[in-house]
T-cell receptor, first 114, second 111 residues
Framework: ETGVTQSPTHLIKTRGQQVTLRCSSQSGHNTVSWYQQALGQGPQFIFQYYREEENGRGNFPPRFSGLQFPNYSSELNVNAWELDDSALYLC?????????????FGNGTRLTVT | EDQVTQSPEALRLQEGESSSLNCSYT??????LFWYRQDPGKGPEFLFTLYSAGEEKEKERLKATLTKKESFLHITAPKPEDSATYLCAVTLTGANSKLTFGKGITLSVRP
């Protein structure tokens, strides 16, 4: 069974740049979620994708956008990174329904914005 | 506003010294409560899901319990390899599986 894989593992960007983070979901899973984890904090929900459509969004501005592909892999796109965006970006997958299935996380992309 | 609070923020134990980690929640419509373990530089690793008050689950030295307002993660005779950050999260009734996390509890177990 292949777990959740994310790329790249580390990224350094300057303010204002655009970047794409990628995620391959665990085999058999049909839902992908993205989370932002600042240092010393719990992960914060960005959004979730189910059947290639956004199915829930947290309190993040529109410059955070995403995609889910037919093979259930996903991308997180951010336009114009800001300093406060420096964090660990986590992707998680699950199979729904039911909606209380545990999420399985990748090891994240560590983003540093300078 | 839905809230998940974990305490203490950090806990240092001697190997073999049992203790409990607390997760209290104030939410409307709890669907499930989850415990995850997170090692430095890694993503959270799923441990348990609890669905209703009175439910208990065990895995090796860990035991999770749930009441109507809080959950406990009991660690019996911990070992240094149990050192990690333990995260509590909840899902609410609704048509997605969004997790609302607490800040986590950093556990250090000294040999």
């Amino acid at each position: 069974e292949t777990g959740v894989t994310q790329s790249p593992t580390h990224l350094i960007k300057t303010r204002g740049q655009q970047v794409t983070l990628r995620c391959s979901s665990q085999s058999g899973h049909n839902t992908v979620s993205w989370y932002q984890q600042a240092l010393g904090q719990g992960p914060q929900f960005i959004f979730q994708y189910y059947r290639e459509e956004e199915n829930g969004r947290g309190n993040f501005p529109p410059r955070f956008s995403g995609l889910q592909f037919p093979n259930y892999s996903s991308e997180l796109n951010v336009n114009a990174w800001e300093l406060d965006d420096s964090a660990l970006y986590l992707c998680a997958s699950s199979y729904v329904p039911p909606y209380n299935s545990p999420l399985h996380f990748g090891n994240g992309t560590r983003l540093t914005v300078t | 506003e839905d809230q998940v609070t974990q305490s203490p923020e950090a806990l240092r134990l001697q190997e073999g010294e049992s203790s409990s980690l607390n997760c209290s929640y104030t939410v409307s419509g709890l669907r499930g409560l989850f415990w995850y373990r997170q090692d430095p530089g890694k993503g959270p690793e799923f441990l348990f899901t609890l669905y209703s008050a009175g439910e208990e689950k065990e895995k090796e030295r860990l035991k999770a319990t749930l009441t109507k307002k809080e959950s406990f993660l009991h660690i019996t005779a911990p070992k240094p390899e149990d050192s990690a950050t333990y995260l509590c999260a909840v899902t609410l009734t609704g048509a997605n599986s969004k997790l609302t996390f607490g800040k986590g509890i950093t556990l250090s177990v000294r040999p």
